[in-house]
């Protein structure tokens, strides 16, 4: 039993991994709100190598549709800009010689079911995850009847597996609400 104990732990701390990937990936999806996450990802030259911007500047949200990025070296500027205009954030950069201001334009109606429909992707790939997770948790504890394990203790094991993986679909399901709901608001 102590094996089976062992592999619904491992399998529990996996799928809180999963969820917090998953909650990672939703912060770079935009709900109408300016936030710094949704630079995440983008990339500048610096000094001919590439650098996460947030590590080449300074990125704040002074108010709820703006975004303010201060390069650490006003050389860098042009490099800060060019990135951003490369990335797919879809933000036009306004660059005054010191910072460059980023403009959130509100959400049309057609963007926010687009948004959406990128949550449910990322959610899709999260339960997929978890489910993954819960088979090779099931095939490991199965594998343990040729070492002496009973049945009875395996189909437990098997039906505490199942436990755990409705208890984090639900969870996931719960994300997708809150986030479906934070992006459809107006």
Same mark, same amino acid.
């Given at each position: 039993?102590?094996?089976?104990?062992?592999?619904?732990?491992?399998?529990?701390?996996?799928?809180?991994?999963?969820?917090?990937?998953?909650?990672?990936?939703?912060?770079?999806?935009?709900?109408?709100?300016?936030?710094?996450?949704?630079?995440?990802?983008?990339?500048v030259e610096y000094y001919g190598m590439m650098s996460p911007l947030n590590q080449v500047a300074s990125?704040?949200?002074?108010?709820?549709?703006?975004?303010?990025?201060?390069?650490?070296?006003? &050389?860098?500027?042009? %490099? *800060? !800009?060019? $990135?951003?205009? @490369?990335?797919?954030?879809?933000?036009?950069?306004? #660059? +005054?010689?010191?910072?460059?201001?980023?403009?959130?334009?509100?959400?049309?109606?057609?963007?926010?079911?687009?948004?959406?429909? &990128?949550?449910?992707? %990322? *959610? !899709?790939? $999260?339960?997929? @995850?978890?489910?993954?997770?819960?088979?090779?948790? #099931? +095939?490991?504890?199965?594998?343990?009847?040729?070492?002496?394990?009973?049945?009875?203790?395996?189909?437990?094991g098997e039906e505490r597996v199942q436990k755990l993986t409705d208890a984090f679909i639900a969870r996931?399901?719960?994300?997708?609400?809150?986030?479906?709901? +934070?992006?459809?608001?107006?």
């Amino acid at each position: 039993m102590e094996e089976i104990e062992l592999f619904l732990d491992d399998a529990k701390d996996t799928m809180e991994k999963a969820l917090k990937h998953l909650a990672i990936e939703l912060t770079k999806i935009r709900a109408g709100k300016a936030s710094a996450q949704m630079l995440d990802g983008i990339q500048v030259e610096y000094y001919g190598m590439m650098s996460p911007l947030n590590q080449v500047a300074s990125v704040n949200t002074p108010d709820a549709r703006t975004i303010v990025v201060k390069p650490f070296e006003r &050389k860098l500027i042009g %490099e *800060v !800009e060019k $990135a951003i205009r @490369n990335s797919n954030v879809g933000l036009a950069p306004n #660059n +005054d010689g010191e910072m460059i201001r980023l403009n959130v334009p509100p959400l049309t109606e057609e963007r926010r079911r687009d948004l959406v429909k &990128k949550v449910k992707q %990322e *959610v !899709e790939v $999260a339960k997929v @995850n978890v489910r993954n997770i819960r088979k090779d948790t #099931n +095939d490991d504890i199965r594998k343990l009847v040729k070492e002496g394990v009973s049945e009875d203790a395996v189909k437990q094991g098997e039906e505490r597996v199942q436990k755990l993986t409705d208890a984090f679909i639900a969870r996931i399901e719960e994300v997708f609400a809150a986030k479906e709901k +934070d992006i459809l608001m107006v």
